[in-house]
């Protein structure tokens, strides 16, 4: 599977996977939903995310 909104960069956040370069990685939103976060709270949380980014974070 080829990921459009999933970024790894070794110059940005360890190269850790990150949203669209954006400083938020996969794994906080991740947890969030493990937290039993909805997407609107998670959404409020971080502005900059989308639906779709969200989305594909939790592809297994």
Do not use: W
């Amino acid at each position: 599977m080829k990921f459009t909104r999933i970024i790894i960069n070794p110059n940005q956040m360890g190269g850790i996977p990150c949203i669209r370069g954006l400083r938020i990685p996969v794994a906080t939103i991740v947890g969030m939903v493990a937290d039993g976060m909805s997407e609107e709270e998670i959404l409020q949380a971080f502005p900059d995310l989308e639906h779709e980014d969200i989305k594909e974070s939790l592809v297994p």
